[in-house]
């Protein structure tokens, strides 16, 4: 099975502040990969696939980068809806194994 | 606007099964792959199984191999999953999402029902 790890696994920022997300693959995925954001006592809603491309209705400071074992998540400018978990997940090959989560916190 | 809404969580003994059933509605489900997700009390997603759109095809993660069965009646718009010898491990929420189309890769999913509480404890 491919791997992801998730870091860091915790991040506390203010409000207006850029923050990324690391995710790497245990092998290459090429750009198969989703993220995620899943806020508390809620289902995980798309943000991006296939590494980059946002999906329908995600706000723009809301990006996604990379390829082959290491991908980013950036929330440009963070706001207070921001906060909660965010996983990736590859589709490269079954099973669509996720990432730990990394958990946004606002200061 | 696409809807899933799972039904069927409870409280069982380990050992037992239960069935959950995942509702669909606002878009063509005979054309989607379905998938269930499942997340345990204060813990990150786990992929469980897909079943392809005419529902011919399963595969499972190793938790679900041997013990669930995934299916679906596409005149029903209703994908299920059967759980046999639920174990303790097994507690978690289920998630039935729909994979955007039909890649041939293990698939993204871009919605996603509420969750069904299953907690397997005696």
């Known amino acids: 099975d491919i791997q992801l790890t998730q870091s860091p696994s915790t991040l506390s920022a203010s409000v207006g502040d850029r923050v990324t997300i690391t995710c790497r693959a245990s092998?290459?995925?090429?750009?198969?990969l989703a993220w995620y954001q899943q806020k508390p006592g809620k289902a995980p809603s798309l943000l991006i696939y296939?590494?980059?491309n946002l999906d329908g209705g995600v706000p723009s400071r809301f990006s996604g980068s990379g390829s082959g074992t290491e991908f980013t998540l950036t929330i440009s400018s963070l706001q207070p809806d921001d906060l909660a978990t965010y996983y990736c997940q590859q589709y490269h090959s079954y099973p669509g194994t996720f990432g730990q989560g990394t958990k946004v916190e606002i200061k | 606007q696409v809807h899933l809404v799972e039904s069927g969580g409870g409280v069982v003994q380990p050992g037992t099964s239960l069935r959950l059933s995942c509702a669909a509605s606002g878009f063509t489900f005979s054309h989607s792959p379905m998938h269930w997700v499942r997340q345990a009390p204060g813990k990150g997603l786990e992929w469980v199984a897909v079943i392809s759109p005419d529902g011919n095809s399963g595969t499972y993660g190793d938790s679900a191999k041997g013990r669930f069965t995934i299916s679906r009646d596409n005149s029903m718009n209703i994908v299920y999953l059967q759980m046999n010898s639920l174990r303790p491990e097994d507690t978690a929420v289920y998630y039935c999402a729909r994979e955007r189309g039909s890649s041939g890769r293990a698939g993204y999913f871009d919605y996603w029902g509420q969750g069904s509480l299953v907690t397997v404890s005696s």
């Open positions: 296939q590494a980059s």
């Open positions: 092998q290459s995925i090429n750009s198969w």
